[in-house]
Structures are given as C-alpha cells and as structure tokens.
C-alpha cells in the first residue's frame, strides 16, 4: 500500500522518546509519517525535533483513558489516522511476587496490557475502512522464558501475545496484519546500569555472544510494517541471538 498511496500513511509508535521505540520511530520515517508517543511536553518536543519533516511528538500516557482519547482527537484534528500502529510503550516495577505491592502489580498491567486495549481499539476503525493496517506489538523473550522478580512484567509480555494471535483472526479478512515483536538483552538505557559481571553473565547465554542493538528491533518492526509481511499474521518474531529458540 505504501507504494500507491498519494499521501504518507501514518505511523503511531508509542514510547517514541528513547531507546527501542526511538529506534523504531527513526527507522519507519523513512517510510511513513510517524507520530511517536511521550508521556511529557518536553520527550514530546524531541520527538518532533528528531523526525523533522517526516514525524511529530504528542503527549500520550497509554495507561490512562482520557490521554489516549485526548491524543486521538488531536490526531483527528491534524487529519491523521494511523494504519501501522507499534504498540512499544512499557514499564517494569520488578519484585519477588511475595513482596510486589499491588500498586506494582497494577501499574505493570495497566501500562503493558491495558495501554494496547487503549491504543489499538481506536485506530481499527481507520484500518478496516482502508482494508489495510500493520499492528505491531513489543513483547519480550522473557514471555516464553519467564523470569524471577518479574511476574508481573512477564504476565503482561505473554498476555501480548495471547492478544496477537486474537485480534490477528479478528481483523485478517480487512487486510490488517497483527504480530509481535520479542526482544532479546538489547543494548539500551534498561541496560546501561549493568555492571561488567553481570553483563558477562548475561551474554553467556546467548549463542551469538552479544547483546543486540535498538536498530534490531526497528529493523524486525520495519519488516512487519511492510508490503513484504503482508502474508503474515498471529506470528511473534523473536531477536534475541539464539538466547530462546522455539
């Protein structure tokens, strides 16, 4: 589609500001406009600087009703309506599940789960009125390989998937493709507080004996995004370097 269409589709990636989502947002402006999400006026402005011509910033806080609603409005009052949405935005709030408050619990799964329900409910209508659209959902390897002091972050990876796989048979008749994208030990400011132990420890588990880039991931989202994933849907692509294989 995006090579017959007179105007740039439009491209929503939440939790544009940094890391894997920035990466993401700077490689699909290549071929759409990319609006990417922040949760404050000041990570919304650099976002705008960042894509130039090609994208904008906008203040959206995915666990929260009225600024999804809010954002959505103002994409509607700038004419646009995203038929690749990339569903990045995430927290962690790590604890043993004896200890996890249930504000931890709460947050994890209002952010990671709920924020999907919030972001991908109201951009279907635009895809099945163009009987086409690309959602892409962020999950992690953690999802297969569960992870201790993560019960809840893994709860809400996993639950990704599960709703992949749900919304892909739901929507494959109007042309929209849903799939997942499951991140490895990515190098990035999750991962930049690591000391050289504990990264040597990690990276023994990977057969490929490296920690992955930002760039790895945009480069499996871009994939899913285009024309050439078409006949793909319900799939989780894992980038990992051989830490988990199905």
């Known amino acids: 589609m995006t090579e017959t269409s007179a105007e ?14 920035k990466a993401i947002a700077q490689r699909l402006s290549d071929d759409y406009f990319v609006i990417g999400t922040a949760t404050s006026e000041d990570g919304a402005q650099a976002i705008t600087n ?10 959206m806080r995915v666990d929260d009703d009225e600024s999804v609603s809010s ?20 927290i962690t709030r790590d604890n043993l599940l004896l200890r996890m ?16 329900y919030r972001v991908v409910k109201p951009a279907l209508r ?15 390897v953690v999802a297969r390989m569960g992870n201790a002091g993560q019960s809840n972050y893994v709860a809400t990876k ?32 999750m991962t930049a507080d690591l000391t050289p132990e504990q990264v040597e420890l990690m990276l023994a588990r990977v057969p490929l004996g490296a920690m992955g880039a930002t760039t790895d991931i945009a480069a499996a989202v871009a994939f899913l995004a285009g024309s050439g994933a078409g006949y793909i849907t319900g799939e989780t692509l894992h980038v990992n370097g051989g830490l988990h294989m199905n």
């Open 50 to 59: 960042a894509l130039g011509a090609n994208g904008l910033g906008l203040v």
């Open 8 to 21: 740039p589709i439009a491209a929503l990636v939440t939790g544009a500001s940094r890391g894997i989502g």
């Open 126 to 140: 635009a895809m099945m009125k163009a009987r086409w659209g690309r959602i892409i959902n962020l999950s992690s």
């Open 158 to 189: 996993a639950g990704i998937e599960g709703f992949t796989r749900a919304l892909a048979h739901e929507v494959a008749s109007r042309g929209i493709t849903v799939n997942a994208v499951a991140p490895g030990f990515i190098e990035s400011d």
């Open 101 to 116: 408050k249930t504000a931890e619990w709460q947050e994890v799964l209002e952010t990671n789960l709920g924020g999907l």
């Open 71 to 90: 954002a959505y409005s103002e994409l509607s009052e700038r004419s646009l309506q995203p038929l690749v949405v990339v569903n990045n935005a995430g």
